[in-house]
């Protein structure tokens, strides 16, 4: 299983991105989807989720900017950022729990990380 992570970029306070994620393989079905993210000199922190039932849940500081969604018949989770503030940059990643063709049990993949700067 892979997880592609892609649509950062550098953009100015007020600004909008995008952020997709991929999975592929031989995937039998994909449970719960999650962005983290990494600042400079910091832990990798939960940012948003969203099951197999579209449930999502945000960590506080991104409510009412971030948006998480899926798109099950291509297993990819996206995550729209608005009003993004300097304090959002940090390195994303993609996280997915992944049952696949051969597994008894689904396991948690990660993507490698993508870039988001929000100048002031």
């Known amino acids: 299983v892979q997880l592609q992570a892609s649509g950062g970029g550098l953009v100015q306070a007020g600004g909008s991105l995008r952020l997709s994620c991929a999975a592929s393989?031989?995937?039998?079905?994909?449970?719960?989807m999650a962005w983290y993210r990494q600042a400079p000199g910091k832990q990798r922190a939960f940012v948003a989720s969203?099951?197999?039932?579209?449930?999502?849940d945000y960590v506080d500081s991104v409510k009412g900017r971030f948006t998480i969604s899926r798109d099950d018949a291509r297993n990819t989770a996206s995550l729209q950022m608005n009003s993004l503030k300097p304090e959002d940059t940090a390195v994303y990643y993609c996280?997915?729990?992944?049952?696949?063709?051969?597994?008894?049990?689904?396991?948690?993949?990660w993507g490698k990380g993508t870039q988001v700067t929000v100048s002031s």
């Open positions: 996280r997915a729990r992944v049952l696949t063709f051969t597994d008894t049990f689904a396991s948690i993949h």
């Open positions: 393989g031989t995937i039998r079905s994909v449970n719960d």
């Open positions: 969203i099951s197999k039932g579209g449930a999502a």
